[in-house]
Nanobody, 124 residues
Framework: VQLQASGGGLVQAGGSLRLSCVVSGGTFSGYAMGWFRQAPGKEREFVASISRTLVTTHANSVKGRFTISRDNAKNTLYLQMSSLKPEDTAVYYC???????????????????WGQGTLVTVSS
């Protein structure tokens, strides 16, 4: 399976971006999906997850500002980001959960397929 993330870029604080992640070569609808991010010098951190049944979980740091969604017909995962802050600057990764389990998942080890990442830079 391959995951291709896109949509990153440079945006001013308070602005918006929408990230996309297209999944190919494998099943999409039967797996939970997630977004993670990694800032320079920091560990990868959970951003949001969406289950097979469209249940979502968002990190407290992005709750109310970011929204994860999926379009199973297009094999595509999205992350709508608004009210962006400089501290949101990071490389954003999409990932597919390991075993097709029910629910959402917040830990990187629960995912085994990862996209290449897309850089989001928020200027102050």
């Amino acid at each position: 399976v391959q995951l291709q993330a896109s949509g990153g870029g440079l945006v001013q604080a308070g602005g918006s971006l929408r990230l996309s992640c297209v999944v190919s070569g494998g099943t999409f609808s039967g797996y939970a999906m997630g977004w993670f991010r990694q800032a320079p010098g920091k560990e990868r951190e959970f951003v949001a997850s969406i289950s097979r049944t469209l249940v979502t979980t968002h990190a407290n740091s992005v709750k109310g500002r970011f929204t994860i969604s999926r379009d199973n017909a297009k094999n595509t995962l999205y992350l709508q980001m608004s009210s962006l802050k400089p501290e949101d600057t990071a490389v954003y990764y999409c990932a597919r959960e390991t075993r097709g389990r029910w629910g959402t998942f917040v830990r990187p080890y629960e995912y085994d397929s990862w996209g290449q990442g897309t850089l989001v830079t928020v200027s102050s």
